[in-house]
């Protein structure tokens, strides 16, 4: 039987079992919110409460997906229970990282064979935490995620209540993946082991923030909003450090390697569908 452990069950992981369930997966995940656990459930997965004791289902698990962020010692999982891990039976492991990990590129082009230079204390601990599952003796793939939008997850609520801003800094270009691309990836990965192997995730269409908001209100009919400097935009500390950094990031290896199409290959195709599905 085929069974997912997650390490740290969130956003993306959800989208991947919502995939896997109808084809006969068990997964089961971990979550700190006790609160989480009925929510879990009703989605079909087997909620684990941590801190927990991992070994029994680190040998149920096939897979096991670690989707958590560090600490200053890297991988919270490898740290509590390596040796329940490193001792599973499971035929692939999958780390979920980011695009961060490359650091400024001025807007240039980064792939895989790309340097991680990380700016950021964040990106430099997902560096370390990458490393520390590509030590295990065990078939690892890392897959390095750019800025994920989906369901609950897009532009339109801010568009739709004003307070959406174009923020312009000259130069400045993002990349994006829907979470049912992520999803997608994850399975043919699953599909198709290549342990040590590192995958970007990200669509075909790096584009400056900007166009995003612009097409979000154009696709609700709205008034494209204001442009707002960078240097004068009021930004949250972390939205501030996003834009301290300017690449676009090839997915190139990620569609030939796992032979991929993505669902949403540009931010167009992925905005229309959020916005239909909400219109349903």
């Known amino acids: 039987m085929k069974t997912l452990l997650v390490l740290g069950y969130g956003y993306s992981a959800a989208a991947l079992a919502a995939r896997l369930l109808p084809q006969g997966w068990t997964v089961l995940g971990t979550t700190r919110d006790a609160a989480k656990l009925d929510e879990i459930r009703a989605q079909g997965v087997e909620p684990l409460l941590w801190p927990c004791e991992l070994r029994e289902a680190c040998q149920r698990a096939s897979h096991i997906l670690a989707s958590a962020a560090p600490n200053e010692a890297g991988d919270p999982f ?73 369901p609950g997850r897009g532009p339109f609520k801010k568009v739709r209540d004003g307070t959406a801003r174009r923020i312009i800094k000259p130069g400045q270009v993002f990349s994006r993946i829907h979470v049912d691309d992520i999803a997608q990836t994850l399975q043919a990965s699953m599909a198709r082991p290549d342990a040590g192997r590192i995958y970007n995730l990200c669509d075909n269409d790096p584009a400056p923030p900007e166009d995003v908001i612009g097409h979000a209100a154009q696709l609700l009919g709205l008034p494209v909003p204001p442009e707002v400097a960078y240097d004068r935009a009021e930004m949250s500390p972390m939205a501030r450090s996003f834009y301290g950094e300017s690449k676009k990031v090839s997915n190139q290896r990620m569609r030939q390697e796992l032979g991929l199409e993505l669902i949403y290959p540009t931010y167009r195709e992925g905005l229309a569908a959020l916005l239909a599905a909400e219109e349903s």
């Open 78 to 150: 490898l740290q509590a229970a390596s040796r329940a891990i490193a001792g599973s039976g499971a035929s692939w492991l999958g780390y979920l990282s980011t695009t961060a990990v490359y650091g400024d590129h001025n807007g240039a082009w980064v792939d895989e064979d790309t340097p991680t230079t990380p700016q950021s204390q964040r990106a430099i601990l997902r560096v370390l935490a990458e490393m520390q599952w590509l030590a295990l003796d065990r078939p690892a793939h890392i897959f390095r995620l750019a800025g994920i939008y989906g």
